[in-house]
């Protein structure tokens, strides 16, 4: 489930009024550039020959949307470059667009500057008239300011380079269906065709007496490798071995009906299992730890998330996984919120090395299934869901604080998270619930609100972040201008 080996074009503007000989120059500097920033960051950025006129730009750009390895542009003004010029070739690109405003030297030379130096170094105004065209043409684009080599520009380059990897692997994202969403829950329904329509996402139901006949159609032997998985990778934790061959058997027919129909993340619904022993739990669990997305009771949105985000996180520390809104801790001046499930979380999360135990679940009237069990890393998070409000759809980014939960729970063996919402447990709940926030998410330790909101940008879909300074007054008022916004389809 490793991510595609994307590449972004770096393409410097100018123009023929200062003559030929200073093509050289530029395309010397964008090649530095863009070798020190490959080295940096986490794609590769090629520099492409600086660009002249209005039929390069359009060929370029055209070049860009047919090549499916151009995951983004990126585009820089060296020296000024008339904006006509650019409005085919804008006007035709479907890629993820990035702006940068920078110059190849950090300081003014004071003694050596000169009409020459001037027209070869014009970032200052040629990117201003590059600017005004995006902002003519209503495009959307990310605009970052600052000198190449510093660390801040650097660090919001490669933020909007994940989300733009993450925008190109959303569009690859094919959802299994193992039956439908939960019975009467709406949060976890939503517009299947929108979704397809704005981020690509193609969600598939098969029934599940599909999965029933692949799970009957796995081999003892192919049972034994997985568990020779299981057991490298977790502690043996249950005297209950045939309840873990079980979730194996589960796990490899799952997977295999994945492989061979191309999705790349599921559902299930503990309301309808039909012929199957157990909810998969533990299979679900380590198809997550591989890479899969996945969401509970039907919940098709929160799956083709947790595949996107992970995509995004590719080759950063710390776990991205599936979450579920649990029970709050109302001490004062020690609020928390335990996120749980009853047996999905994935492992990427975990602690220590988790534990495969079986215990009985209280819904679902099927045999006690295997699951992991885990205490959670500790550190920053983000906490994310993507609602469906009708009219659009609606992301909700909130920054958390993941603490050590020192308390054990013998009574609900389930893998937990505990953390601490910014700026506080009432005003983020209150946020949450007044945006429509679902019980489901995606936590991940990986990735920031910024990587969200460059996302949620280039998706073109609704972005609302609670964080530190979110005051729910000031929050209750965004809610009502993005309604007007939206109405007025702006």
Known sequence: MSVKDYEFWFVAGTQFLYGEDIFETINSHAAQMCAEWSEKLPWRIVAKPCVKTSEEILQLFRAANSDDSCAGVITWMHTFSPSKTWIAGLGALQKPYLHI??????????????????????????????????????????????YWRDAELQQKLSCWLRAAVGAAESRKVRVLRISDNMRNVAVTDGDKVEAQIKLGWRIDHYGVGDIIREVESVTEDEIDSQMAEYEKNYVMDTDDIQAVRYQAREEIAIKRFMDRHGFNAFHTNFEDLQQLRQLPGLAAQDLMRQGYGFGAEGDWKVAALLRTMNAMAQGLNGGTVFMEDYTYHFEPGNEMLLGSHMLEVSPLCAAQKPKIQVHPLGIGDREDPARLVFKAQTGPAIVVTLVDMGDRLRMICNDVQCMEQVNDMPKLPVAGVLWKPLPSLQTSAEAWIYAGGAHHSVLSYSLTADNMRDFAAIMGIEFLHIGKNTEINEFKKELFYNDVAYKLGM
């Open 101 to 146: 405003n920078t110059q190849f030297n950090r300081d003014i030379p004071w003694q050596d500057i000169d009409m020459d130096f001037m027209n070869l170094n014009q970032s200052a105004h040629g990117d201003r008239e590059h600017g005004y065209i995006g902002a003519r043409m209503r495009l959307k684009r990310k605009v970052i300011a600052g």
